[in-house]
T-cell receptor, first 113, second 114 residues
Framework: GAVVSQHPSWVICKSGTSVKIECRSLDFQATTMFWYRQFPKQSLMLMATSNEGSKATYEQGVEKDKFLINHASLTLSTLTVTSAHPEDSSFYIC?????????FGPGTRLTVT | GNSVTQMEGPVTLSEEAFLTINCTYTATGYPSLFWYVQYPGEGLQLLLKATKADDKGSNKGFEATYRKETTSFHLEKGSVQVSDSAVYFCALFSGGTSYGKLTFGQGTILTVHP
């Protein structure tokens, strides 16, 4: 089946630094990619939607200047958490959509110290 | 707005027990409904889906029926296995194929003991 990869799978960074998470669709071209955030024992919360070559659409309450999303190609999207703070520590999940189907990456655990 | 409510977990069962995880939703229009499963260390996988009222989705012994009158999509399995231990998410999709979004429930942790 279709595979979506994320890199890194986990990352620890210091407060104030930036960290980039990559999401790739390995065997298909994704018309749309999504970034979710998952808190412990809570649901996935959609952060933003991105289409290749255009600006991401952010959900209400998500700071676009803090969570930079780039969708450079039909197989790659990146999420950069800028000036990270401990409250940004979370599990970030990307998802890639083809017409009629949506596939999820394994997630990236971010810990900000 | 759209919302999905799942029964709170965790749910702990013995092998071969019957499983029900309740899911109700609030949505405008006619959403599609899904159950996703997340095994430890892995991404979400689609378990089953139903696209219209009275449809029954089924996969790997799991079933769920789209009940519009009760706005529900409860997940059931007649005999669970240890390998079914995972987190289960109910979700709805609305908004069309181009701009639609998935809305997830909070997830239910299932642990099955031998």
């Amino acid at each position: 089946g279709a595979v979506v990869s994320q890199h890194p799978s986990w990352v620890i960074c210091k407060s104030g630094t930036s960290v980039k998470i990559e999401c790739r669709s390995l065997d298909f071209q994704a018309t749309t990619m999504f970034w979710y955030r998952q808190f412990p024992k809570q649901s996935l919360m959609l952060m933003a939607t991105s289409n290749e070559g255009s600006k991401a659409t952010y959900e209400q309450g998500v700071e676009k200047d803090k969570f930079l999303i780039n969708h450079a190609s039909l197989t790659l999207s990146t999420l950069t958490v800028t000036s990270a703070h401990p409250e940004d520590s979370s599990f970030y999940i990307c998802s890639a959509r083809t017409p009629g189907k949506q596939y999820f990456g394994p997630g990236t655990r971010l810990t900000v110290t | 707005g759209n919302s999905v409510t799942q029964m709170e977990g965790p749910v702990t069962l013995s092998e071969e027990a019957f499983l029900t995880i309740n899911c109700t939703y609030t949505a405008t229009g006619y959403p599609s409904l899904f159950w996703y499963v997340q095994y430890p260390g892995e991404g979400l996988q689609l378990l089953l889906k139903a696209t219209k009222a009275d449809d029954k989705g089924s996969n790997k012994g799991f079933e769920a029926t789209y009940r519009k009158e009760t706005t529900s999509f409860h997940l059931e399995k007649g005999s669970v296995q240890v390998s079914d231990s995972a987190v289960y998410f109910c979700a709805l999709f609305s908004g069309g194929t181009s701009y639609g979004k998935l809305t997830f429930g909070q997830g239910t942790i299932l642990t099955v003991h031998p």
